[in-house]
């Protein structure tokens, strides 16, 4: 029995995003996140299944969206004064990403830049709760059709930068350049398989955004 949590976080004041791939053989991993009290936040947590059968139990007092895909979970709502609690288990090997976000109420960045990672985990974010609500899967078996998820691209995110999936993903949104979704679009345009979303990727984004240092060139030796 083993499992292995690899995360990716950023935290400022009234602010925290974090993003765990979890890998779970023969055992069970506890995520717990907590939600202070004194101050209202608007909060999501998006599971997306990767690899494998895995059950899951959630104490999340959020309201949960409804999910194509039944291992795939996506809750939004306000909280305040709260722990999230999550516990995934595994007869087998599994695969999956908890992503976890929260921001306090009526919070503003006026005049503050926004920093690589912020804008690398605000992309995943955003992306994740898409491939989620339309229940793309991870390891297609056959060649996906790009074209007809960039198609759904646009309107998806129109919808998620009003605040139809939840305040924390609109707000996200406010922080990224205006049109970021053209550059999305044009970069998610560029893949043969729509899981080349990878690190890489968002990196991609960002840079173009202006909010990322350019990666410097690889020397094939």
Same mark, same amino acid.
């Given at each position: ?15 925290? *995003? ?45 309201? /949960? ?30 695969? *999956? ?27 995943? *974010? ?27 691209? /646009?309107?998806?995110?129109? =919808? ?21 979704? =053209? ?16 690190? =890489? ?13 350019? /990666?410097?060139? /690889?020397?094939?030796?």
């Amino acid at each position: 029995m083993a499992y292995s949590i690899a995360t990716t976080s950023y935290e400022e004041d009234g602010l925290l *995003l974090s993003d765990h791939l979890l890998a779970i053989d023969g055992d069970s991993v506890d995520i717990r996140a907590l939600i202070p009290g004194g101050q209202l936040s608007d909060a999501v947590v998006i599971v997306q299944a990767l690899a494998g059968e895995f059950d899951a139990v959630y104490d999340v007092p959020l309201e /949960r969206r409804a999910t194509p895909r039944p291992q795939d979970a996506f809750f939004s709502g306000p909280a305040e004064n709260t722990t999230f609690a999550m516990r995934f288990s595994a007869r087998g090997f599994a695969r *999956l990403r908890v992503l976890v976000g929260r921001v306090r109420r009526g919070l503003t960045r006026f005049g503050r830049s926004v920093p690589c990672r912020l804008c690398k985990l605000a992309l995943s *974010l955003i992306l994740h709760a898409v491939l989620v609500s339309l229940g793309i899967p991870p390891t297609p078996t056959g060649v996906f059709d790009v074209s007809a998820f960039v198609g759904q691209l /646009r309107e998806i995110l129109s =919808d998620i930068g009003s605040g139809s999936f939840g305040s924390l993903l609109a707000y996200l949104c406010s922080l990224l350049p205006s049109g970021f979704e =053209d550059v999305v679009y044009r970069i998610l345009q560029g893949l043969n398989w729509i899981f080349g979303i990878t690190d =890489d990727l968002f990196n991609d984004m960002c840079e173009a955004f202006g909010l990322c240092p350019p /990666r410097p060139l /690889r020397v094939l030796a």
